[in-house]
């Protein structure tokens, strides 16, 4: 006897009920992506019966997400800034607190003149091409240390009609020397690496070198900050997401490599989250 929408989705919302705070959501778009339907179709006609192929492969999906795999990597593509990205396991899996990162930038930048921005760590290329969709007259330039990751971010790119310069880099240290940047930001790894935040959710699934800098968590924004002052011009800004425990930690380490103006901004769930700093010292910090 063929499967129905309705049974399909509750015989799978049970089984994600104990991995997933969304069961009844990620079953329902899981089922819609076999259908190749929105999920309005799932409502409207409950009782369809599902065909033997589309019920093997809804099956195969579901245990795929009770490893857990993240619904954005079996999907394929993820919706940020009210935009479509392909999404694979090279890269971290967009978040809603990272708009608020883009918000920020997009205040910053005057849309009508060609700033220079560089965006560290690309990964999926969400930030460097919302950008660049945003404020066209910018020259936006990505960086990423894996090739995987560039690869994904030019296919966002090519996608999106976005003109956008991919280095790949550790952080700064593949750029040309002479290249410098009215806003630099980036969303780092920033989890400590022992924290057990790592081991909960889908986290274990998408990418450690992503997610993790080190030991304490704020190795990547140490490297971002006392190196940024070699690319950013005089005047120029810094942009950084972080845990929403490292304000303090962030704030004093952008007071004593030449920043001024440091503030932070809070994330949708009222906790702070994004960093923000103007560059007005040019300090010879080493490396």
Known sequence: ??????????WASE????????????????????????????????????SE???????????????????????????????????????????PETELLVELALRQIPPQLPWRICDLGTGSGIIAI?????????????????????NLARENAWQHKAAIEFIESDWYRQLSADLEF???????????????????????????????????????????????????VIGGYLMLEHGYDQQAAVAGLLASHGFSEIHCEYDYNQLPRTSIAKLVDNPNYAA
Request: charged residues 20%; negative net charge; glycine residues 4%.
């Open 53 to 95: 192929s589309c019920w093997q492969q809804y099956q195969g999906l579901i245990q795929e997400r009770l490893k857990p795999t993240p619904i954005a990597y079996l999907l394929g593509s993820r919706e940020f800034y009210s935009m479509e990205f392909a999404t694979t396991p090279a890269a971290l899996v967009p978040r």
């Open 130 to 150: 919302t950008l660049k969709t945003e404020r066209p007259q910018a020259g936006i330039y990505a960086t990423d240390v894996d090739p995987a990751c560039l």
């Open 182 to 232: 009215d806003l630099i930001v980036s969303n780092p790894p920033y989890i400590a690496a022992d924290h057990p935040f790592l081991n909960q959710g889908d986290l274990p699934a998408e990418p450690a070198i992503a997610l993790t800098p080190g030991v304490t968590g704020l190795e990547a924004l140490q490297q971002i900050i006392s190196q940024a002052h070699r690319h950013l």
């Open 15 to 50: 089984r994600f009920a104990a991995c997933s705070e969304s069961a009844g959501l990620d079953a329902e778009l899981l089922l819609a992506h076999c259908l190749e339907k929105p999920r309005s179709f799932l409502y409207s006609r409950p009782e369809h019966k599902l």
């Open 1 to 10: 006897m063929s499967e129905q929408i309705n049974s399909a989705i509750r």
